[in-house]
């Protein structure tokens, strides 16, 4: 792509790359683009991380990022699915990390890193039956207020982790009222 038309892009259009599959919210912005060797691309927004599927790219919003890491060229990615709710609290689980190799990552990796941990408020880890959970209270973008995700270690006793979930978001609730 010519300087001149990178230039124009960001201009007059909204700064993805030509061929992208998604949709952009209309708040959404585009923070950093970089190219995945082998076709596609990972575009960091305002609101998360388009990463491109087989039928086109889907945004992972910075909250359901659980672990990036960057290292010889590659951007290795643990995507949370939201699997239900302990009162107030959200249950996550880990899917297995995906690898993106960059072309040339620019800035992207630093980009995602940024709002990977500024969506962080504060983390903690509790022993629970048969292993433990991660606490995490993170900012969602586009909402309000403050999310508590609970996340538990594999093996990790599920009905403690649902009862325990709850009874921290009361607390939580509690605390700010």
């Given at each position: 792509?010519?300087?001149?038309?990178?230039?124009?892009?960001?201009?007059?259009?909204?700064?993805?790359?030509?061929?992208?599959a998604?949709?952009?919210e209309?708040?959404?912005t585009v923070?950093?683009?970089?190219?995945?060797?082998?076709?596609?691309?990972?575009?960091?927004?305002?609101?998360?991380?388009w990463?491109?599927?087989?039928?086109?790219?889907?945004?992972?919003?910075?909250?359901?990022?659980?672990?990036?890491?960057?290292?010889d060229?590659?951007?290795?990615?643990?995507?949370a699915?939201?699997?239900g709710?302990?009162?107030?609290?959200?249950?996550?689980t880990d899917?297995?990390?995906?690898?993106?190799?960059?072309?040339?990552p620019?800035k992207l990796?630093?980009?995602v890193h940024?709002?990977v941990?500024?969506?962080?408020?504060?983390?903690?880890?509790?022993?629970?039956?048969?292993?433990?959970?991660?606490?995490?209270q993170?900012k969602?973008?586009?909402?309000d207020?403050?999310?508590?995700?609970?996340?538990?270690?594999?093996?990790?006793?599920?009905?403690?982790?649902r009862?325990?979930?709850?009874?921290?978001?009361?607390?939580?609730?509690?605390a700010?009222q």
């Amino acid at each position: 792509m010519s300087v001149l038309r990178k230039l124009l892009d960001k201009v007059v259009g909204d700064g993805t790359p030509d061929g992208f599959a998604g949709t952009l919210e209309q708040e959404e912005t585009v923070v950093v683009v970089a190219e995945v060797r082998g076709g596609g691309h990972l575009v960091a927004t305002s609101l998360g991380l388009w990463v491109s599927t087989g039928d086109g790219a889907r945004r992972i919003g910075w909250h359901l990022l659980s672990k990036v890491t960057w290292g010889d060229g590659v951007l290795a990615v643990v995507e949370a699915d939201e699997i239900g709710e302990a009162g107030d609290a959200v249950l996550l689980t880990d899917r297995p990390p995906h690898r993106y190799a960059l072309v040339d990552p620019g800035k992207l990796p630093h980009a995602v890193h940024q709002r990977v941990t500024g969506s962080i408020r504060s983390r903690h880890h509790r022993d629970l039956p048969g292993g433990g959970a991660w606490f995490v209270q993170r900012k969602v973008p586009g909402r309000d207020g403050i999310v508590l995700q609970v996340r538990a270690d594999p093996g990790t006793d599920a009905n403690a982790v649902r009862t325990v979930a709850a009874e921290v978001a009361i607390k939580i609730r509690e605390a700010l009222q």
